[in-house]
């Protein structure tokens, strides 16, 4: 059996989650603020990247991809640390360069690993969960020929939304379609975000306060949930703990014994989401 290993991107927020597992390594994407460039979660954690938005409302962080460079040196070490294959997932290709990044150092990597990528579609800890159910199967010992298809189904067997407290940076940032039909509002409302099946962040309901959008997503998400035999419930959030627990005891005084993860929102997709985001997904498992 091949020896498989998980390459995932820290948009993933997988180093939030204490995981050990030694198939999976993490590489890192980069926050740019004024000068100083820091690397996702070993310079910058999220505590700290918030607490800084929050003492400077001026500030417009922005993020940089991994190079090639930096992936090629990654798969020549798990090259000779005896791994023969490698599954690499990452942040939707609508929301970053990096799938493409990846595919380009795909071509140019001249070792024996079999290379498999992974568009996930998906951001923040919803990401995550497509690497850690890679790293699942690969403990169960499935092969690449029954992992990869179950990925690429999982990936959109899923709903994802997002209450954003405050729009300033997803539109600085540019990633928010649609985003000229907010301005005149922006600061006025705290929407709801969805990524939809293609991987992009579109705007769903615009609500007026941040109680009635975390109540609407949650109506949303039960809804959905009375049609599913098995599911897993994501959670992250922007420093905005008091509503992700608002959150989450919605949910939990329906289904008291639900699966779910959660994790805060790394800050390289907080230099888009700001303080104050909380987002739930789930995913199909039936």
Do not use: W
């Given at each position: 059996m091949n020896k498989i290993a998980v390459i995932a991107t820290s948009?993933?927020?997988?180093?939030?989650?204490?995981?050990?597992?030694?198939?999976?390594?993490?590489?890192?994407?980069?926050?740019?603020?004024?000068?100083?460039?820091?690397?996702?979660?070993?310079?910058?954690?999220?505590?700290?990247?918030?607490?800084?938005?929050?003492?400077?409302?001026?500030?417009?962080?922005?993020?940089?991809?991994?190079?090639?460079?930096?992936?090629?040196?990654?798969?020549?070490?798990?090259?000779n640390e005896g791994y023969e294959e490698v599954i690499v997932t990452t942040i939707s290709s609508e929301l970053s360069g990096t799938y493409k990044v990846f595919l380009m150092g795909k071509k140019q990597y001249s070792g024996k690993l079999k290379i498999h990528i992974i568009d996930s579609l998906n951001a923040a800890i919803s990401e995550g969960f497509i690497s850690l159910e890679a790293l699942r199967l690969i403990d169960e010992g499935k092969a690449t020929k029954e992992i990869i298809p179950y990925l690429e189904k999982l990936k959109t067997n899923r709903k994802q939304y997002f209450m954003v407290d405050n729009l300033r940076l997803f539109v600085a940032n540019g990633r928010l379609s649609g985003a000229s039909g907010f301005m005149g509002s922006m600061f006025k409302i705290k929407p709801i975000l969805i990524i939809n099946d293609q991987g992009e962040i579109v705007s769903f309901e615009k609500v007026r306060t941040q109680k009635k959008s975390l109540t609407r997503m949650v109506d949303l998400v039960l809804e959905d949930l009375k049609n599913l035999k098995d599911f897993i419930i994501t959670y992250d959030t922007s420093n905005n703990v008091e509503g992700l627990e608002f959150v989450k005891n919605k949910i939990k005084k329906v289904y008291p014994n639900y699966k779910y993860i959660e994790a805060p929102i790394t800050p390289v997709i907080g230099c888009h989401t700001g303080v104050g985001t909380v987002g739930i997904a789930y995913f199909d498992l039936s």
């Amino acid at each position: 059996m091949n020896k498989i290993a998980v390459i995932a991107t820290s948009t993933g927020c997988l180093d939030y989650l204490n995981i050990k597992n030694e198939n999976l390594r993490i590489i890192r994407m980069k926050i740019i603020m004024n000068e100083d460039i820091y690397s996702d979660y070993i310079e910058m954690t999220a505590e700290k990247f918030y607490s800084m938005l929050d003492n400077d409302h001026s500030l417009v962080p922005t993020s940089s991809m991994p190079s090639i460079g930096e992936f090629l040196v990654m798969l020549e070490s798990l090259e000779n640390e005896g791994y023969e294959e490698v599954i690499v997932t990452t942040i939707s290709s609508e929301l970053s360069g990096t799938y493409k990044v990846f595919l380009m150092g795909k071509k140019q990597y001249s070792g024996k690993l079999k290379i498999h990528i992974i568009d996930s579609l998906n951001a923040a800890i919803s990401e995550g969960f497509i690497s850690l159910e890679a790293l699942r199967l690969i403990d169960e010992g499935k092969a690449t020929k029954e992992i990869i298809p179950y990925l690429e189904k999982l990936k959109t067997n899923r709903k994802q939304y997002f209450m954003v407290d405050n729009l300033r940076l997803f539109v600085a940032n540019g990633r928010l379609s649609g985003a000229s039909g907010f301005m005149g509002s922006m600061f006025k409302i705290k929407p709801i975000l969805i990524i939809n099946d293609q991987g992009e962040i579109v705007s769903f309901e615009k609500v007026r306060t941040q109680k009635k959008s975390l109540t609407r997503m949650v109506d949303l998400v039960l809804e959905d949930l009375k049609n599913l035999k098995d599911f897993i419930i994501t959670y992250d959030t922007s420093n905005n703990v008091e509503g992700l627990e608002f959150v989450k005891n919605k949910i939990k005084k329906v289904y008291p014994n639900y699966k779910y993860i959660e994790a805060p929102i790394t800050p390289v997709i907080g230099c888009h989401t700001g303080v104050g985001t909380v987002g739930i997904a789930y995913f199909d498992l039936s």
